[in-house]
């Protein structure tokens, strides 16, 4: 029977008989999935303490920086497998920034989908890449351990976890690529 599954984190929806074991549109994990009646519209309406406030804001440029320079990576097309794997990662990184832009009830970066730049080798933009999730996930861990706010320690423990699921397809990437 197909059901309304939505994603806590970053609010879409999935169509399905069950949630999908990670959101297609974030990367969040199946247990952060709940029926769409159980969804709180005004989940991301929080009182935010100044702390908060720049964690946010710092991440909203991690998570710029990462989409950019993934979609640098996937225009690197040698390899059509990575490069489809890495604008994926590129997409999903944007909706990292636009959650934390909703929860920092600010504007989404006018230039979020434009390509960085990134050398024209994979092992390279592999090793980056790891260097990038590695930070992020240390950095929003960080967050979750002062965070005050109950809806910031979920979506930035959700988020660290989505993170730490990136290092491993770098790890794969990386055995795809011979590096």
Not at 35 to 61: C, F, G, H, K, W
Request: charged fraction near 25%.
């Amino acid at each position: 029977m197909m059901k309304m599954h939505r994603c806590r984190i970053c609010g879409e929806t999935f169509l399905g008989s069950e949630a999908p074991s990670h959101c297609p549109f974030c990367g969040a994990h199946r247990e952060l999935f709940v029926d769409t009646s159980e969804y709180p519209e005004d989940i991301n309406a929080v009182d935010l303490t100044e702390v908060e406030r720049n964690d946010l804001m710092e991440a909203i440029e991690l998570e710029l920086s990462n989409t950019r320079f993934y979609l640098a990576m996937a225009a690197y097309h040698d390899d059509l497998k990575l490069a489809s794997a890495y604008k994926r990662l590129a997409k999903i990184e944007a909706e990292h920034c636009s959650v934390f832009c909703k929860l920092a009830c600010v504007g989404k970066p006018t230039d979020l989908m434009e390509p960085g730049s990134a050398p024209d080798d994979w092992c390279a933009n592999i090793a980056e890449s790891k260097l990038r999730e590695t930070r992020a996930s240390a950095f929003y861990a960080q967050v979750v351990a002062r965070a005050t706010n109950e809806r910031i320690r979920e979506v930035f423990a959700a988020v660290s976890a989505i993170e730490a699921d990136h290092m491993l397809l770098d790890d794969l990437a990386a055995e795809m690529a011979g590096c």
